[in-house]
C-alpha cells in the first residue's frame, strides 16, 4: 500500500528552523518527482517546493526561496525539507505529495495526512 508519512513539524519561534521529513513505502521512490505543499489556516493548499526523482531540479516558491531546501535520499525512501528562517506566514500543514511523473508536481496522484507547522513567539 502507497504510503507518505510526514514528520517534523512543531511549534518554533520567528526565525528559527525546521527539518520536515517525508517517509515512502509502497511505491519506488526514485521514479517519481515528490512535492511539499503549504496550507495555511482557511486557505488553499499550494506548492512550496518540488524535487524531481534525480534531486536535480528542483523548484521554491518566490516566498520560501532561499529560506527552504528540499532534498532527498532514494536509498533511505525518505525527501526532506529544510526551513530556515521561519515567518508566522509559514504557519500551516505541510503535505507530502507524489507526483504522476519524475519530472515536476503539477499533476499529484498521492498525498499524505500532513505535519503542523506553527511559527509564534
Known amino acids: 500500500q502507497l504510503q507518505l508519512v510526514e514528520s517534523g513539524g512543531g511549534l518554533v519561534q520567528p526565525g528559527g528552523s525546521l527539518r520536515l521529513s517525508c517517509e515512502a513505502s509502497?511505491?519506488?521512490?526514485?521514479?517519481?518527482?515528490i512535492g511539499w505543499f503549504h496550507q495555511a489556516p482557511g486557505k488553499e493548499r499550494t506548492e512550496v517546493s518540488c524535487?524531481?526523482?534525480?534531486?536535480?531540479?528542483?523548484n521554491h516558491a518566490d516566498s520560501v526561496r532561499g529560506r527552504f531546501t528540499i532534498s532527498r535520499d532514494n536509498a533511505k525512501n525518505t525527501v526532506y525539507l529544510q526551513m530556515n528562517n521561519l515567518k508566522p506566514d509559514d504557519t500551516g500543514t505541510y503535505y507530502c505529495?507524489?507526483?504522476?511523473?519524475?519530472?515536476?508536481?503539477?499533476?499529484?496522484?498521492?498525498w499524505g495526512k500532513g505535519t503542523l507547522v506553527t511559527v509564534s513567539s
Open positions: 509502497g511505491f519506488t521512490l526514485e521514479h517519481y518527482a
Open positions: 505529495a507524489k507526483a504522476a511523473n519524475w519530472w515536476a508536481c503539477g499533476n499529484i496522484n498521492n
Open positions: 524535487i524531481s526523482s534525480s534531486g536535480s531540479p528542483t
